[in-house]
């Protein structure tokens, strides 16, 4: 068995309290985790909030583990937010979002296709977004 040993998304942790947290974002129908594709994307968000950010870094995850920490908010986050922009940016800007559930789903399935071998992997060299959207 392959062992997924690269961290391919990134999530934004920490927050006032002593125990580290899951940033989660206000959207209008409830909150969602934000999704990064890169650490440096993630710091950008960041970097819009101001003083906010001092609290909060960015933290690379494997599929197994994002899919772990997305279980643990149970009911309380109901989505994910794939790459939100940054704040500073005015508008009508729209932020795609998946079921919490649905994600936790796609991660697992993306999990155990990395813990197989590599001849037996799927051909699909996408990146993981793109499969997801259909682009």
Same mark, same amino acid.
Do not use: C
């Given at each position: *068995?392959?062992?997924?040993?690269?961290?391919?998304h990134v999530? %934004?942790v920490?927050?006032?309290?002593?125990?580290?947290?899951?940033?989660? %974002?206000?959207?209008?129908?409830?909150?969602? %985790?934000?999704?990064?594709?890169?650490?440096?994307e993630?710091?950008?968000?960041?970097?819009?909030?101001?003083?906010?950010?001092?609290?909060?870094?960015?933290?690379?995850?494997?599929?197994?583990?994002?899919?772990?920490?997305?279980?643990?908010?149970?009911?309380?986050?109901?989505?994910?937010?794939?790459?939100?922009p940054?704040?500073?940016?005015?508008?009508g *800007?729209?932020?795609?979002?998946?079921?919490?559930?649905? *994600?936790?789903?796609?991660?697992?399935?993306?999990?155990s %296709?990395?813990?197989?071998?590599?001849?037996?992997?799927?051909?699909?060299n996408?990146?993981?977004?793109?499969?997801?959207?259909?682009?």
């Open positions: *068995m392959v062992v997924e040993t690269l961290p391919n999530i %934004i920490g927050g006032p309290e002593p125990e580290a947290e899951l940033l989660a %974002i206000v959207l209008d129908d409830g909150e969602a %985790i934000p999704l990064f594709e890169s650490v440096e993630a710091e950008d968000f960041l970097a819009a909030t101001g003083d906010f950010a001092g609290d909060w870094q960015a933290r690379e995850v494997t599929a197994r583990q994002l899919a772990e920490l997305l279980e643990f908010q149970g009911e309380e986050v109901l989505y994910v937010a794939l790459s939100p940054p704040e500073k940016w005015e508008g *800007m729209e932020v795609q979002v998946v079921p919490r559930d649905t *994600m936790v789903g796609l991660l697992e399935h993306q999990a %296709i990395l813990e197989q071998p590599p001849e037996e992997r799927l051909s699909d996408r990146g993981f977004w793109r499969r997801l959207l259909g682009r």
